[in-house]
């Protein structure tokens, strides 16, 4: 059936004016109408937080739940019925710092979920404290001298964790975010889409060098599976591989020439060249960072119930009954 | 040779944790079931992984108690006492009543072994004091090894065999048909039978020399059966009967069994039992942690699952936040609380009543959840059913209590029915309602309806922050909040339970003894025994803690003396207190992390009936 963006819309959004949960909602919108999967069909779960509240936005099923819990929660419920989509959504505290287990596991188990993760980098709903993404020294209401802790890279976590699905986007680029939810809903397993995205009152311009197109066609690089990834307002720069690294250069500097420019591969297996690509502070890598096929932990429980209901000759509670030692009573 | 005809006989195998007492137990308890004698057993197993061997700390029990006619507890004290080696002697002589027999493998007596259970001299039973005419000594090492010398087993896997040699001396001493016993291990080793032969070797040789050495020195003692009650039966354990609870709500109820868990003793087995049965589309999911647990099966429950979630008490604590939302999403879910020692890590393998509290108030806000506890290892099949009948039916969380003492300990079970228990109706949102329905509307009992995702025209978002009762959309209103907090309430005080049975001297006891869950059997055999000696007494004992029954004000105020005997600090006083105006009643309370004595019971209560 054909949908448009209006069938999945619902209520009037109550984010601040210019937050980048505006955007994202309007391309999540977008993006499930061309994926085409029934409002009845789909559920999309999130945990607390400003963007945890984006479930209320949407005409699908759904659940705005406890801090952090989100991706367990959509874990039951796509073991439990995979026939349903299910969409997880969560902020940067909800996602990685309360959920942080939740997170990686979910990416390890490779449960069929697409994991929205809008990273703006703040605690927005709590009015203005430091989340597990702001950068080290970052000043703010729990932090006035600074932070003096380390940031989670989202990329490196899900690597770790396993993940075989990573993708980014910047919630102002509509084409760019409703790519990655299609690239991700097609991903079988859990994919995880990392959300730049702007809080106005409290950590305004976090993201501003990537932030509008002016700033992306100077400072990202959009990623495409099995193209040459040049970057630069006129392709001038590329990615080259330099030691066990990559590195951005200029075409025509230091004698690289297009032929050095890597070409992107997100099927591959290995994530080594992967990782590299998605910790780049210059240029910004967009898009599907890695994609690869692997077992999803729902059609694997599925299947194993099936394998076992043919293995075995017991199939309901009386005949269960009947596999035990029994003795009668006369 | 004498034949001691006998009431009941309690029976405590006891040896380092890896000598198979539990087995060896089992399969007694197996023996004489299936002759029909009634039967309760209570493992008793160390908390460490394997403590050194030999040593106190080390030592693994298994009681089984038989009876002609019904019993309803382990026993206070045994009978007979087998006891592997010095460590189990020391420390499991105090489970031995004064005359009890005690079999005893001198093998595992050397000075090595007494210097570990800390005997000071080689007369270890002049240092207990046990008079060696009660002592069944026998080198049971060596002749184990003698039996099984032409096996080619190595020595290692001969002294596995142990247990089986004390199983067939306990068989010889109770009369018992080792052929059951035979055809227990044929099928338990069914892929392995060479140990299978082994072992029944093993047997008969312990039944042998039980007969030849010592029919002379020794009493057989015959339980014979009276009261049965026809049927066909299992030996089953409290987690194994929960675990088979639940298996049978979801067919009744025709939905997918969803399990979230973690493992915790001394709930694990519940989750080792589900796992079993995906031939049955039972689907577990051993998470992450018990957050998870708790937090996945929600998400499997709102996607039309019945979702159950096991734990102990520590699990509880982590779980209360999932149990909160679906509290407040109104959505259906079984929290099976298999009640350990506490505070914290406590006492993990033993068994409390400590939980009571938790599981009525344990969470912020205003937060009623129904709560049930079993009173027996066999009725945690009822008891779990119940559950998910109550939580599906009544769109609410509901805890299930049950203890390390009961979910261990087993009982014979008849094999049910499923015919002849209660249809399970959630109420789904009726289609006709498509276009005015929303997520609050509530049925006639108060119940909100069920709309499972997959329906279209019933998309609805539900979640942990205040609903408006007629919208659903978030709402802050106090008029609104207060509205729904007490529609909350009301829809769980608005549950039917069974009314509070009166056991014993219903019309003129001068006491009545009341409790909950797993002490059932032991107050039971507490008023069975001042009954005997010619008192006034009655029993009544909770299942249904949260609702309360109807009846429970006018059987609490019925009696002169009530005394509520709990595994806690008062826990349940406190909560009828809340609930009965005026009600004051005495108190017994331990906690040990052991069973209650029936004879501790007797005494407390005789002379609270004379004050």
Redesign the interface.
Known sequence: MAYTQNDFKKGQPRWCPGCGDHFFLASLHKAMAEIGVDPWNTAVISGIGCSSRLPHYMATYGMNTIHGRAAAIATGAKVANPELTVWQVSGDGDGLAIGGNHFIHANRRNINLNMILLNNRIYGLTKGQYSPTSPRGFVSKSSPYGTVEDPFRPAELCFGARGHFFARAVATDAPGTIEILKAAYEHKGASVCEILQNCVIFNNGTHDAVYDKAGRAKNAIYLKHGEKMLFGENNEYGIVQEGFGVKAVKLGEDGYTEADVLVHDAKCEDNTLQLKLAEMEWPVALGVIRDVEAPTYDDCVTAQIEEVKAQKKYHNFAELLETNDIWEVK | MEIKEKESVVVRFSGDSGDGMQLAGNIFS?VS??V?NSISTFPDYPADIRAPQGSLTGVSGFQVHIGAGQVFTPGDQCDVLVAMNAAALKTQYKFAKPDAAIIIDTDSFGPKDLEKAQFKTEDYLGEMNIDPDRVIACPLTTMVKDCLADSGMDVKSMMKCRNMFALGLVCWLFDRDLEIAFN?LK?KFAKKPGIAEANIKVIQAGYDYGHNTHSSVANVYRIE?KN?????????TGNKATA?GF??AA?KAGL?L?L?SYPITPATDVLHELSK?????V?T?Q???E??GC???????????L?VTSTSGPGICLKS??M??AVI?ELPLVVLDVQRGGPATGLPTKSEQTDLLQALFGRNGESPMPVIAASSPTDCFDAAYAACKIALEHMTPVILMTDAYVANGSGAFK????ADYPAINPPYVPEEMKGTWTPYMRAENGTRYWAV?????????????EKDDKTG??STNPENHDLMTRKRQAKIDAIQVPDLEVLGDKDDAELLIVGFGGTFGHLHAAMDEMRAAGKKVAQAHFKFINPLPKNTAEVLKKYPKVVVAEQNMGQLAGWLRMKVDGFVPCQFNQVKGQPFVVAELVENFTQLMNK
């Open positions: 197996t079931a299936t029909g227990f099928e059966t049965k009650v026809p049927g066909r039966y299992m030996d089953i088979y298996i049978a067919e997918k969803y979230g049965h995906k031939s049955l589309g689907t999911v998470c992450e942690d957050i998870s937090a996945s099966a929600l998400g499997a429950s709102f996607a039309g699952a979702a936040e999932a909160n939302l999403m094999l049910p029915n499923l995702p997959g329906r279209q025209g019933f998309e609805h978002i539900l979640g942990g922050l959309a978030i």
